[in-house]
């Protein structure tokens, strides 16, 4: 079975600093990985995904993430962290169908002024 | 990209009662995904929507509960039955479209008194 483990439920940090949201997952098949944001009030949006090729992954509003197979990691960054970015985040796994996702707890990112 | 709306986006209901949701869908799609988001906690898959065939839930989820309907390519109702307090959370429907990706609703937001 696969799993989602997000380090941190919430995660404070400056306006202009660096946003680093951990995920680790379980994966009995090479996963695919994906990072959705929730704004307060809304569903969610797709971020980034890592299916094949490509490790580092490039996503909208200047987020990346790493695939690391050794790790079992996929790190979300923003090298400097701006006040609309504050939402939750969700770190998702599928097998390799994408059709029944299993996502993490969430982590909270909240942008101090 | 999906274009996705859900209706009602709210609702408050007294326990006994059913609350019946829709989904509908900017094009054609072969699958629907049914989450539930209870409150600060992370998404759970309900249930898999084919048009054509009765839908497949996930292990806790029953028929009986949440029940749902798959009339055509492009909308899905989930019905949740006999409403409790517990029942209140966020209700999200989700579509695959390729390449490997689930687009979600803005989800509904459900309070059962």
């Known amino acids: 079975a696969q799993s989602v483990t997000q380090l941190g439920s919430h995660v404070s940090v400056s306006e202009g600093a660096l946003v680093l949201l951990r995920c680790n997952y379980s994966s009995s098949v090479p996963p695919y990985l994906f990072w959705y944001v929730q704004y307060p009030n809304q569903g969610l949006q797709l971020l980034l995904k890592?299916?094949?090729?490509?490790?580092l992954v490039k996503g909208i509003n200047g987020f990346e993430a790493e695939f690391k197979k050794s790790e079992t990691s996929f790190h979300l960054t923003k090298p400097s962290a701006h006040m609309s970015d504050a939402a939750e985040y969700f770190c998702a796994v599928s097998d390799q169908g994408a059709q029944k996702l299993v996502f993490g707890q969430g982590t909270r990112l909240t942008i101090n002024p | 990209s999906a274009v996705i709306s859900q209706k009602p986006s709210r609702d408050i209901c007294q326990r006994g009662t059913s609350l019946t949701i829709q989904c509908q869908v900017d094009?054609?799609?072969?699958?629907m995904f049914w989450y539930r988001q209870q409150p600060g906690q992370s998404l759970t898959l309900i249930a898999t929507a084919n048009q054509g065939s009765e839908a497949t839930y996930e292990s806790g989820f029953v028929i009986d509960k949440f029940p749902i309907s798959r009339p055509n390519l492009t909308f899905s109702t989930l019905t949740v039955s006999n409403m409790s307090p517990e029942d209140s959370s966020i209700y999200l429907c989700?579509?695959?479209?390729?390449?490997?990706?689930?687009?979600f609703g803005p989800g509904t937001r459900l309070l059962v008194l």
């Open positions: 094009s054609q799609v072969t699958m």
């Open positions: 890592y299916t094949t090729g490509a490790t």
């Open positions: 989700s579509v695959f479209r390729g390449p490997e990706t689930q687009y």
